[in-house]
Structure formats: C-alpha cells, structure tokens
C-alpha cells in the first residue's frame, strides 16, 4: 500500500464524480444553469450528505453508484432550491 492512498482515497474521486453530477443535474431539474462547476461540485458533496441522510431516514438504504447518484441528486435539488430562496433573484 502507498503512503499517498491512506491520504486520498479512490472513494474520494468517486465522491466528486457524485458530487458533479448530482450538481448539474440539480441545475437542470431546477431549471437553471447552476451555480459554475466548483459550486455545483460543493452543492453535489453537501447534498450526497443531505440526500444519504433523507434516503436512510425514509428507510432506503442501498449502496452502488446509481443509489449514490440519486441521493446526492435529490440533496443537491433541496440545496439549490434553498439557495435560490435566500439569492437575490437573479438568474
């Protein structure tokens, strides 16, 4: 095993491949543009968080990618739409 794996993990770039994903499609069922990439990336991570803990608290607990992808989606979709609110209504 290489030092470098105990620091950055595989799941890790798994994680932002989610969390990119999750981000724009969050745009698009939002029907906007997003945020830019680095912001959808973040919105997509902190929504995976959010949508792994909905997901678990309605009692769907499945793992794969397809899973992963959809709770991250969902979160991501809660998060923009709470952005928009507090944003200053430009699109």
């Given at each position: 095993?290489?030092i470098?794996?105990l620091?950055?993990?595989?799941?890790v770039?798994?994680w932002?491949i989610?969390?990119?994903?999750?981000g724009?499609?969050?745009?698009?069922?939002?029907?906007?543009?997003?945020?830019?990439?680095?912001?959808n990336?973040?919105i997509g991570?902190v929504?995976?968080?959010?949508?792994?803990?909905?997901?678990?608290?309605?009692?769907?607990?499945r793992?794969?990618?397809?899973y992963?992808l959809a709770?991250?989606?969902?979160?991501?979709v809660?998060?923009?739409?709470?952005?928009?609110l507090?944003?200053s209504g430009k699109?």
């Amino acid at each position: 095993m290489h030092i470098f794996s105990l620091f950055i993990p595989q799941s890790v770039i798994a994680w932002v491949i989610i969390g990119l994903l999750a981000g724009w499609l969050a745009g698009k069922v939002s029907r906007g543009r997003g945020f830019g990439c680095i912001a959808n990336i973040l919105i997509g991570l902190v929504g995976a968080v959010l949508g792994g803990w909905i997901f678990s608290q309605l009692g769907i607990v499945r793992f794969g990618f397809i899973y992963s992808l959809a709770a991250a989606t969902l979160g991501a979709v809660i998060l923009v739409a709470i952005a928009r609110l507090f944003s200053s209504g430009k699109e």
